[in-house]
């Protein structure tokens, strides 16, 4: 017997409350090797036969997988038609884009992009081939789902050169990392990239995950995956530091930077943690004009997917006002495990017009959509 | 709270599951060897579809270190085949109490009563059988909700 399971019942549940149009910030289409093949050249492509990606992880494959659920997906994501989850464009909205109504989405593509591989050339061949499948594979399809600018962004100048081929083009929404980057995101190796992104008018989205070659605590690598997840926020936190005390936003006072699923309540304990030390130590970083927590609370976005869940609601809420009612954007991580329902995932007491600005006043103002 | 039958009792064999419809309302009825429980089908959690999770039992240890074999190589469940985890966030529930194993005080799943009615007792009424025939010599699963 095959049941249509998610009836949209919330709808009658809430329906005291307008709903606005709901912006996802974060959407991971499945894409394979083999859809990327249109679009890279035949020497990458027989190379990649050949010799495959170096990613700087060390002598392994890469990440230890399954994470807490086959392919870290919902298990109901995987398509009836077959395939892995998210690379069903009908499927997708189905479960997900008319579910819930969304209005618009950013894409952030994972896997395979060649992001941290250490061929720079061939990082740089496989980001170009993952802007072309974002739009030639969904976004023509679909255009709700806006596409990310992947970069090979351990090399500054090729992935300007990416940036400016995306120039104008408002099929993208912003510039991609992922957070684990080989060396702190303040390092001057990365900023071609934050003026190559000021110059085109892109936010800078940094979504966890990635290879670093480096564990992801300082102090050695992690025996539980419970370990990993947790420690996305730490591993996050000095990489933010880092593009704050490097003076990054002195040097570039428009870039935006937006955190994707990095959790948020860390944020206001690291901007006092910085502020105090600064008032301390002021001199040793004297490009810094003013306290560290006026960079973090004006320069950065956070995606509010994974939701910290306290058990007092209202203690997320005293995190939200720290780090501003306009910068935090709604994110449902769909389709993997850890997915948030756009639903359920804020906390009930919010008001309204916050309720609207999170769902999707927010992403509407930064990312300059009507 | 009406009496709703929703399968015939060969329909869930020993060891599966069966998401059904009763006013609207998604409930999942298991068959643990042979004794049924049902289920709202939504995770209290954040509202995970728990017809799709995965059905299993708990790890436990005494401390760090010790797990339980039952074999060598082999960890040993309790409750093999009564816990459902969701398939978003992967809560575990007890299948028998509807019980979260994280949180057992403050989260449970809503649990409906579960019978089993003969046919020949079904097609006298008062049970409401939702576009299902009944016959007189098949044994059906009835949910209260």
């Known amino acids: 017997m095959n049941i249509e399971v998610r009836q949209p019942v919330h709808g009658a549940k809430d329906s005291g409350k307008a709903r606005v149009g709901i912006f996802d910030c974060d959407i991971h289409p499945k894409s394979s090797l083999e859809d990327l093949r249109p679009y890279l050249s035949n020497r990458w492509w027989d190379y990649l036969q050949t010799y495959g990606q170096r990613q700087r992880h060390g002598y392994v494959k890469g990440f230890p997988y399954p994470k807490s659920q086959p392919l870290a997906s919902r298990r109901d994501s995987w398509p009836p038609g077959g395939g892995l989850p998210a690379s069903d464009l009908d499927f997708m909205r189905q479960q997900h884009l008319d579910f819930y109504g969304i209005e618009w989405g950013i894409m952030n593509p994972l896997s395979p992009t060649g992001q941290g591989e250490q061929n720079d050339e061939l990082s740089a061949a496989m980001a170009f081939a993952a802007n072309e499948y974002q739009l030639e594979g969904w976004n023509r399809r679909e255009p709700r789902l806006k596409a990310s600018v992947v970069i090979p962004y351990e090399n500054g100048e090729m992935s300007r050169a990416e940036i400016r081929k995306r120039t104008g083009d408002r099929r993208f929404a912003h510039v991609l990392f992922l957070s684990r980057t080989s060396e702190l995101l303040g390092k001057r190796r990365y900023w071609p990239i934050f003026e190559a992104a000021v110059e085109a008018g892109f936010p800078i989205g940094v979504h966890v995950f990635g290879s670093s070659g480096r564990p992801m605590s300082n102090t050695g690598w992690p025996s539980f995956y419970i370990e990993e997840i947790t420690e996305h926020s730490a591993s996050l936190a000095a990489s933010v530091t880092s593009l704050i005390v490097e003076g990054v936003f002195e040097r570039h006072p428009e870039l935006k930077i937006v955190l994707i699923e990095a959790g948020f309540a860390w944020i206001p304990s690291l901007g006092w943690r910085l502020d105090q030390n600064w008032k301390r130590m002021r001199d040793e970083v004297p490009h810094l004009r003013r306290a560290p927590s006026e960079y973090l609370r004006e320069h950065f976005w956070v995606s509010t997917q994974p939701m910290e869940e306290a058990e007092e609601p209202d203690h997320v809420l005293d995190v939200m006002a720290w780090i501003g009612w306009d910068k935090i954007l709604f994110a449902s991580d769909y389709p993997h495990w850890d997915f948030d329902d756009p639903f359920v995932a804020l906390p009930p007491s919010l008001s309204e017009e916050r309720r609207n600005k999170i769902y999707s006043g927010n992403a509407k103002a930064l990312y300059r959509l009507d | ?145």
């Not at chain 2, 019978?115 to 007189?136: D, H, K, N």
């Open chain 2, 1 to 145: 709270m009406a009496k709703h039958v929703v399968a015939a009792v060969a329909d869930i064999p020993p060891g599966t599951r069966r998401l059904t419809q009763v006013n609207g309302r998604a409930i999942v009825v298991f068959n643990l060897g042979g004794e049924f429980f049902a289920l709202n089908n939504r995770c209290p959690h954040r509202g995970g579809s728990l017809f799709h999770g995965k059905q299993t039992g708990l790890v436990e240890s005494d401390g760090p270190g010790n797990y339980r074999y039952s074999r060598p190589g082999e960890i040993e469940y309790t409750k093999l085949g009564e816990i459902i985890r969701c398939p978003w966030h992967g809560w575990e529930f007890d299948i028998r109490t509807g019980q979260s194993w994280c949180d057992p005080k403050r989260v449970r799943v809503r649990q409906y009563a579960v019978s089993i009615e003969p046919g020949e007792a079904l097609v006298q009424g008062p049970y409401v059988a939702e576009s299902f025939p009944v016959s007189v010599e098949n044994d059906y699963v009835v949910v209260e909700a």
